[in-house]
Structure formats: C-alpha cells, structure tokens
C-alpha cells in the first residue's frame, strides 16, 4: 500500500473549518458578513461562555427560502460569484460558501430565516457533515444562527482557546470593527443574558467614532482625505500629541472590509515616523475605495489580507493623505514661509548651510522646497493659517534649567524646550533636504569602519549604496565574511557627523541603515528607500546635536528658535521625542492658587 491516502470527507472538513473558524469571534465574524451581504441594517449578537457554549446572531436582512437555506450548509454554495470573472471583482464581504458548513462541522447549528414577503420562513439544523432536519417555521423576515458547543466535536482545539472573558473581548473587537465603517446599522451585543453594547445608527461617521473609540479620542481626531487614479481614501487620523500603547487603534478598511494589511499598516507608520514617541502609536481609521478588479481579496482563508495591483501607489495615497492631516496639527507656528532659507547668524553651534552641508539647491535664484512626495504639512492651509499666530522666535528666552530645557515666555505662558531635540530637529531637516538635493557634504574616516553582515541584511546595502552616498554615507560592500555574510565597509559620513561619531559606534549606523532597507515592502520602493536614508540621518542628526549639559548663549539660543521657524515639520525630534511642552496662565495661576 502506497504512502499517500485520501482523508474521509468529515477529517477534510474539520482541516478546512480550522482556517475559518479559529475562535468565537471568527464565527461571529462570518455570520455577520454573511448579514451585512444579505442587505441587513439591524444586527443582535449574544453570547454565552465568551461564544463558546453559544453564539446567535440576527439580523434584518432578505433571508433564505427553504432551497437555498439547504444549500447554504453545502461547501462551496454561493450566491455571490458565479464564475471565474466574478472572482475578479468580488463586491461582498463573502464569497467562498465555507462560513456555515465549516461552523457546522465543529457545532451544532440551527438556522431560521424567512424571506421578505414569504408567508412562512424555514428551519435548518446542522451538525458534522450534513443537515439534520429541515422543517417550515414561523419567525420574523430576516435570519437568525445559533450556534451551540463550538469544537465541542473537536476538543483538542476547544483546550487552546482563552478564558471566557478573553473569548468575549475578542467578539467585542470586531464588532466595534463593524461599527466604524457602518455607522448607518443598528448593532447590539448581549453577554451571559446582559446588555453589553449598543450602537445606534447614526449618518455622521464621527458620532460613531465618539462612541466605539476611548473616551475624549473621537473629537480629536483630524479627517483625512485623498484620492489617486482609481483609489480614494477617507477617515481620521489622531493629531501628534493623542497616542497610545499599541496598534490596537489602528483600523484599517477596503472596501468596506476590516483588513490587517502589512502595507497600509506600514504607510501608517511612516505618516507618523518622526512624530511620536517610541513605543507609542496614532488612533487612526481609514477607509479605502479601491475599484474591485484592482484588488485580490482572495488571499487569506479568514479574508483578513488583501492584494493591491498597484501597491506603490496605494503605500503613497495613505502616507501623504494621512501626513498631510496630521502634520497640519502643530503646536506652535512660524510666520516664516514654508521655504527653507539658511540661517543669516554663525556661531560655534549652527554654522552656516554652506559649512554644513553645501549650498542649498536652488531653481532661478530661489530656495527649491522639498519633493511633493514628501507630504508638505500644510498642504491644504491657506496663508494666513499657514503662518499663525506664534512664531518660535518671537518668544523670549528666560534661561535654561536642568542643562537641558529652554525657557521661553510666549503671550499667556511659557514654553519648555528640550535644547537637543529640537537642534536634532533642525539638522535632520537640512541634512534629508541636502540629501534630495544631491548637497551633503562627505568627510572621510581616517581609517574605513568593517562590519560583517548577513548576505540578506547586507545586499540591500549594496543596492541602494549611490542613493546612500547622496547621503553622505559611502559605502563597500564585498565579499570575504568569515562567518559567511558580505563585509561592509564605511568610508564617508556626513561632514555634521564627523566630530561627533555615535556613541554604539559606526558598525551600529550601519546595521541600523540596513534593517531600514531590509523591509520587504521598502526594498522594491522610494518610500522604503526614504525610510531606510531615514534612519542614518536621524541618528546622524542625533549624534551631531548639542547633548544636555551643553550651555548655549543667547546668540545661539535665538539661532535655534530661528530654524525651528524655517524646518520644523512636527513638534518632535526625527525619533518621535517632544521638542517642547506648554504651560499656560491659567495652569500657573491654579498652581499657586490664584483661580
């Protein structure tokens, strides 16, 4: 008898339920999808056990007669795609006929549902691999499926799921998923016989966002908008001072359909890449529209992936749309226009441009402002807005505390400024402007710093070593690793770098520089490029910039303030650290009890 064998039909069903079903929440998941297909605005989901000793979920919609109620336990059995074209461009949450027959597979299943308009609905029970009994019924237009001892016929997967409570927050998540893209159904939600959620419909997609997302966090948010060929994008994105511990916030949708997509998660990431703290995220929801034949949507068992055909230009529409939103939220404005101007004071700390990094290109005699694709920040502002009311040196400077923070009095209060986040700032600014202009200035090491990198981490360097060099960074890359990678060899750095090496040392730079680039969705784009030519730079720019301790006199104190007129995008530094904190009058007036 030969090796290979043919599973029993109920075993291959099991197999196949596992990639559907993983949990309570997976099952509410497709029965809701399968509402939402059905043309439903009113959606009940109750729960016992975290959805573990029962699910049922009703809605609203056009229903099933008896025929297709039988059918909608078989495999496979579908009304939205009829062939191969349609698969294309697949217009509903569902699509593959595997939601009922593989809940049924692992539970017991009943279903009851009546057409609009029919006289009578129908009842259909099923357990393992067939239908148990169908029989006529009486119950109101739409469906309802329950759903009892889910893997009760599979116990090795039931001892793998969480606690109750676990299984339950998980449905509570996704529902709170649905509630922000269908601000327009009814959606309620019922634990162990108690009322636990309820939305009311509502056609301001704000009001939605006040009541899924934590308090005081919906009214926050900025709207965020645009639109490339054949893709929109609408949503909201959380200003640059709202963050939270992790990426739980961030809701992602196309189509209408949740996603926890890689690429837009990463587009995301890098609208806010040198805005936020380490370890902190944005609040961000985000709806794309993308014409149905531009997307696979094919690709996962729980449809939780997608597949763009155009990725590049999908990665740029979120990351400008959402950069241009946020990057209008800034904590204090210059009246300086938005064109970079070099600084007209020279001091030991900010000598001029053509010292630092060559003369600053130029187009007839003018400054050249950045590439469009860098998401101009305040893009969309009118003049008047653009400049604002509070420039940075227009605020007086009081004296430094700690070695390290600025006091600056403004109208109604003061300002505390972190000396170096803020010169990192600035050199950050001027060095990724230089680099786009082809204008950093190189120094060479006195001696050529080697490192060893594994052939993966190290090839991207290769690749990319002329753009790098633009950069300032030149580098080798060459055979003779004696663990078996490539050695990479840097020999310039940016002349700003050159008096100030880091402190992990040069080979940290650049294993830092090829991790960037290392990124499979950068490797192939200019986006991923930018972020990895992001990554020397920042630390370059760090390393350059004046360290705490360092006192700066009054010349120097007013040339900072001056260039963070002129370069500063977001009130942070390049690694997403504040560069100033705010305390206004009244807050000083309660401390000493004054109001």
């Known amino acids: 008898m030969g090796l290979i064998r043919v599973l029993p039909e109920e075993l291959a069903n099991r197999i196949a339920a596992g990639e559907v079903v993983e949990r309570p929440a997976s099952v509410v998941k497709e029965l809701v999808e399968n509402a939402l297909d059905a043309e439903a605005t009113r959606i009940e989901v109750a729960v016992t056990g975290g959805g573990i000793r029962s699910i049922s979920v009703t809605d609203d919609g056009t229903g099933l007669g008896p025929e297709d109620a039988e059918l909608a336990f078989q495999r496979h059995a579908t009304s939205k795609i009829r062939s191969e074209g349609d698969l294309a461009r697949v217009e509903t949450l569902g699509f593959r006929g595997e939601a009922l027959p593989s809940i049924a597979s692992v539970a017991r299943v009943r279903m009851r549902s009546r057409q609009r308009g029919a006289e009578a609905g129908v009842e259909v029970i099923g357990e393992g691999d067939g239908i148990r009994e169908v029989r006529p019924v009486g119950c109101p237009e739409g469906t309802r499926v329950e759903v009892v001892e889910l893997f009760g016929r599979v116990p090795a997967r039931r001892k793998f799921l969480k606690s109750e409570i676990t299984e339950a927050s998980h449905v509570l998540r996704w529902l709170e998923r649905i509630a922000l893209v269908r601000p327009d159904l009814r959606i309620s939600l019922e634990r162990d ?261 594994p052939r993966s981490a190290a090839e991207p360097l290769r690749v990319y070593a002329e753009e790098l060099a633009r950069a300032g960074f030149e580098i080798d890359v060459a055979e003779g690793g004696v ?27 650049l294993q830092e520089t090829a991790a960037a680039l290392r990124e499979p969705e950068g490797a192939d784009s200019r986006e991923g490029l930018e972020a990895g030519v992001h990554a020397a730079l920042a630390t370059a720019a760090c390393h350059a910039a004046c360290r705490k301790g360092d006192l700066l006199d009054v010349r120097e104190v007013q040339a900072l303030l001056e260039a963070l007129d002129r370069n500063v995008w977001f009130p942070t530094c390049p690694h997403g650290r504040p560069l100033l904190a705010l305390l206004d009058e009244d807050e000083l007036a309660r401390r000493f009890l004054r109001r």
């Open 483 to 509: 663990r078996g990678g490539l050695r990479v060899g840097l020999r310039t750095v940016p002349a700003v770098l050159a008096h100030h090496p880091p402190r992990e040392g040069w080979g940290e730079l």
């Open 193 to 453: 016989g108690r009322p636990v959620l309820q939305y009311l419909p509502t056609a301001d997609p704000r009001e939605r966002l006040i009541a899924v997302l934590p308090p005081s966090f919906g009214e926050r948010l900025l709207p965020v908008e645009a639109d490339v060929g054949r893709a929109r994008m609408t949503g909201f994105g959380s200003p640059t001072d709202l963050t939270r511990g992790s990426t739980g916030d961030i809701y992602l949708y196309v189509n209408a359909r949740p996603v926890r997509d890689r690429l837009l998660l990463q587009a995301v990431r890098e609208a806010y890449r040198d805005a936020l703290p380490p370890g902190r995220h944005p609040v961000v929801v985000l709806f794309l529209q993308v014409e149905p034949d531009d997307l696979d949507v094919n690709v996962h068992p729980a449809k939780w992936e997608v597949r763009f055909r155009d990725p590049g230009s999908v990665h740029r529409l979120v990351r400008e749309g959402v950069r241009r939103a946020v990057g209008a939220e800034r904590v204090l404005y210059p009246t300086e226009s938005q064109v970079r101007t070099p600084l007209v004071r020279e001091t030991g700390l900010f000598p001029p441009p053509d010292r630092l990094l060559g003369e600053p290109p130029t187009r007839d005699g003018e400054p050249v402002p950045p590439p469009e694709d860098l998401g101009e920040p305040h893009a969309g502002l009118d003049a008047r807005e653009r400049q604002g009311p509070v420039p940075f040196a227009s605020l007086r400077y009081v004296g430094t505390v700690l070695g390290t923070y600025l006091v600056l009095e403004r109208p109604g209060g003061l300002v505390l400024l972190d000396q170096h986040a803020a010169h990192e700032r600035v050199l950050y600014e001027r060095l990724r402007e230089a680099w786009f202009g082809g204008k950093v200035e190189r120094q060479a090491l006195l001696l050529p710093v080697w490192i060893e990198l």
